[in-house]
């Protein structure tokens, strides 16, 4: 069985490589860049200071009314730095326990790859672009509750994890179990978050 799943990831990571062109290389490696995503994540925690932008079904619209906006910016703001801080933290011990090397460096691939961004490190299980980016995507649309915002957010996660695989910086599982584990500690974050604001918000009533 789990032959056969490397065996696919193979196969799947050669034939999304195979399909590179200067364009192609140029958007993926647009998407897979981290810095040009921060004026993303600063408007973001702007957002979240702004009682307007939250949808009727968030626990900021209702119980924020009760809570003073700025208290209500910073929780929103810490919760998704604790995300962030957990997905990366989790993602790298993760990485040296199952130390599986990364397309560029398992050697049944050497010389087969387009590697337009070079090997990057030795480990990729599992891809912390796609455990980050699900990880915000999945706390904020919970957070702002706003169908739109929650489409376009989990789909330039999707872009950005699908990224990885065409630059064969990750194998498709890598992505799908970051992905995954990113949106597993979005949600116990979320209900930390939810919790934290009821407790404050009982305080102020």
Known sequence: ?????????????LGLNALHTPV???????LSSSKVWIPLYVLIAVLMFIPKWYGRKSSAFRLGGRIPLWLTGLIGVLAVALCFGLTEQITNLVKEWAARPRPGHDPLLEGMLH???????LYGFF????????????????????????????????LVSFSR??????????????AAAGALIALAVYFLY????????????
Do not use: Q
């Open 194 to 205: 939810r919790s934290i604001l009821s407790v404050i918000s009982r305080k102020y009533s």
């Open 24 to 30: 192609l290389d140029s958007i993926m490696l647009f």
């Open 115 to 121: 590697l337009p961004e070079g090997s990057g490190g």
């Open 1 to 13: 069985m789990m032959d056969w799943l490397i065996e696919l990831d193979h196969v799947i990571t």
């Open 127 to 158: 891809s912390a672009h796609a455990s980050n980016t699900f990880g915000l995507a999945v706390l904020t649309a919970l957070m702002f509750r706003r169908g739109w915002y929650s489409a376009g957010i989990l789909t330039w996660a999707a």
């Open 165 to 178: 695989i065409y630059l064969a910086k990750h194998f498709t599982t890598d992505v799908l179990c970051g």
